[in-house]
């Protein structure tokens, strides 16, 4: 028998249960830009439709950062619908971001979203293999004439190989010759 070490179990700091509430509770987490605060939580996927659409079509727009700001700011369907006119000109005119400025934001937005991902995947991993039906349980019946068929094997016969079976399958191979 091999020994393994195993490390022993630590309890969990204060600091670990604060992290894990704010992920249970999708709490936000505050940006700073200059003097202003931004709220960023989990991203939508409207608002990533949205940014991944903006990339593509406008991708070379100067106003780019300001729309994509806006955009994680107000995170969602009807916000972004509503605001979003005014919020990417209010931070692109009025308050004048620069990319430098804007970059906290993108990187929690980022990091929002790929966690978002991976707890996705892992969710749609658990309920596949929950669908799984190649591990199927089988009946009482099913499980006895597989142990009947090892005990019959074992004997040096199998109950499928009987004369009458063996007799059926040789003509009914060849049906063309007769």
């Known amino acids: 028998m091999v020994k393994r070490k195993t490390k022993p179990l630590q309890e969990a700091t204060d600091d670990d249960k604060r992290k894990l509430l704010e992920v249970t509770e999708n709490r936000a987490d505050e940006v700073k830009i200059r003097n202003h605060t ?28 300001a729309k994509c700001a806006a955009l994680i700011r107000l995170n969602g369907f009807w916000k ?46 658990t309920y596949l293999l929950a669908l799984d039906t190649t591990d199927k349980q ?11 068929g090892l005990r019959t094997a074992s004997d040096g016969k199998s109950p499928r190989t009987t004369e009458s079976t063996q007799g059926r399958s040789k003509s009914s191979a060849s ?3 007769e």
Request: proline content about 3%; charged content about 30%; overall charge positive.
């Open 38 to 65: 931004v709220k960023v939580r989990w991203m939508h996927p409207s608002t990533t439709d949205r940014i991944s659409s903006l990339l593509a079509f406008k991708g070379e727009d100067r106003r780019l950062m």
């Open 80 to 125: 972004a619908n509503l605001f979003y006119w005014i919020t990417w000109r209010w931070y692109y005119y009025v308050r004048q971001y620069t990319s430098g400025e804007l970059t906290p934001l993108f990187e929690k937005a980022f990091k929002k979203k790929v966690s978002e991902e991976k707890e996705a995947y892992l969710n749609a991993m």
């Open 138 to 148: 089988m009946t009482k019946e099913e499980a006895g004439r597989i142990l009947q």
């Open 175 to 177: 049906p063309s010759a």
